[in-house]
C-alpha cells in the first residue's frame, strides 16, 4: 500500500517534471508528452531494474498511465502566463520524485537486510534514475551532479530508513513531505 | 517465428542507421563497427529489459551477429560517391527499426492482456530505445524527441495491435510496411 | 574467486576514473561522490543486466561500496600538487575497469558456449558499460567511440578467452595485465 501510493506519486512528480523541462526546450505536444512519459515510467524502469521489481509490473499501470498521459497533456495546454509559475516548481516536483523513489529504494534494501552503506547507495541510486534520464534525455548534465542538494535528500531517506527510526507508514510520507 | 524475422530485420535496420551517423562522426572503422552494434543491440537490450526476454538470448544469435558485423564494415568500406546516398537512406533504417521493435512491444503487451494505453506506450518505448541508445552515444539529442513523426509511428502500431486490427503474421509484416 | 577478484578491482578501477573525471569537471565532495559511485556501481548494473547477474548481489557488497566511498574521498582530498599525476593516470584505471569487466563479460559468454562473435562482443559490451555511463553522466562524448584502442583491447580479451587460449585463473591474471 505504501508502495503503490509512493510509486503514483514518485511516477506523476517526475511526468510533471520531464513535461516541464520538455517545454524549456520548445517541444511539441507529442515531445512533451515522451519526454514526459520517459522521465516518469524510465525512472521506474531503472528502479525496478535496481530493486529487482519484475518489469511486467509496469505494463499493469493502466490507469496510472492514463492520468499521467493527462496530466501531461494539461501541463502542456497551461496558459502562458502560468509559465514562470510552473518553471519554478520544477525543483518542487523533482524533489517529489526523487524522495518518494529513494524511500522506496532504501526500504527494498533494508527488508532485505543490508548494511547502512547499501541502503544509502541503493536510495540515491533510485531516486535519481529519473532525473537522470530526463536530462539525458534532454541534452544536458544531470542536475543531481551539478547541485549537491539532490544527493544530500536521498541520503538523508537512506539514514533515516536504515537506521530505522523511520518505519511506519505514516513516518515515511512525513519523512517525504520533510524532504521536499 | 514473426518474432524472430522482426527482430532479424529491426537489428539489422539500426546497425545500419548507427554505423551511417558514426560515419557522419568520421569515426574509424572500430567506433563505426562499436556504434552500429551498440545501436543494434543496445536496442535490443532495452527491449528485452521492457518486455521481459531473457538476456541469454542476445548472445544466442551467433549467425545474426556475424551478419550484423559484416554488413557494417561493409557500409564503411562503401565508395566516397553513394555516401549521399546512404545518407538519405538514415530515415528509413530508422523508420524500419522503429516499427519492427514497436510492434514486438505492443505484441508483447497485447499477449499479456494490457490496456490499449499499456500497449501503445510499450510500443512506443520498445521502439524508440534503438535510436535512442544511439544519438546518446553519439552525443546528440534524440531523434525520437526532435520529430514528431517516430513516436507518431510507434503510436500508429500500438492502437492497430491494441484494437486487434492487426493480428496475423501477414498482417503485421504489411503494417511494418506501410509504417515505412 | 576470480570473479570477485576481478569484480573487486573493475569496481575500484572504476571508481577511480569516474572520481578523476568529476574533478577535471570541478565537481564538490558529493559530485565527486557520486560520479565516481555512479561510474563504479553502474558500469556493474550494465554487466549484470548484460550476463544475467541477479541485482541484489550489488546491495550486498557492503565492504566493496564502503572501500569504494572512502577511495573516491581519498582521491577528493589529493594535495593539488598531485592532480597532474593522476590526470595522467586516468586511462590506466579505465583501461582496468574495462578490462576486468571486459574478462568476466567474456567468461561468461564462453561457459555459456556460444560462438568466439558472441563472447567478443560480450568481451566489448560489458567492458565499456562502466566508461559509457560515466562519460555520458559527465556530459562527454564516449571515450570507448573516440579511441579505438579502447574497443581493441577488449577484443583481444575476447579472442583469448574465446579460443581457449586463457582458462585458468593465473592465465586470466596476466592476460589482465598484459591489457593494461
Known amino acids: ?25 520548445d517541444y511539441d505536444l507529442l515531445g512533451v508528452l515522451i519526454l514526459g512519459l520517459a522521465t516518469a515510467f524510465g525512472g521506474g524502469i531503472i528502479r ?18 492514463k492520468v499521467t498521459v493527462l496530466i501531461i497533456a494539461l501541463i502542456f495546454f497551461i496558459p502562458e502566463g502560468w509559465i514562470h509559475f510552473t518553471k519554478g516548481w520544477l525543483n518542487f516536483f523533482d524533489a517529489v520524485g526523487l524522495s518518494t523513489f529513494a524511500i522506496q529504494g532504501a526500504l527494498y534494501a533494508y527488508s532485505a537486510g543490508h548494511s547502512l552503506t547499501a541502503i544509502i547507495m541503493a536510495a540515491v541510486m533510485t531516486g535519481t534514475g529519473g532525473g537522470i534520464v530526463r536530462d539525458l534525455l534532454a541534452g544536458r548534465k544531470p542536475t543531481v551532479l551539478r547541485y549537491d542538494i539532490y544527493a544530500a535528500w536521498a541520503i538523508i531517506a537512506g539514514i533515516f530508513i536504515g537506521t530505522g527510526i523511520t518505519s511506519k507508514p505514516w513516518e515515511l510520507y512525513l519523512l517525504c513531505g520533510i524532504l521536499i
Chains 1, 2, 3 share one sequence.
Open 1 to 25: 500500500m505504501t508502495w503503490d501510493v509512493l510509486n503514483v506519486i514518485g511516477t506523476m512528480a517526475f511526468a510533471i517534471s520531464g513535461a516541464i523541462i520538455a517545454m524549456e526546450e
Open 48 to 65: 525496478n531494474i535496481l530493486i529487482d521489481v519484475p518489469m511486467s509490473t509496469l505494463w499493469e499501470q493502466d490507469i496510472l498511465i
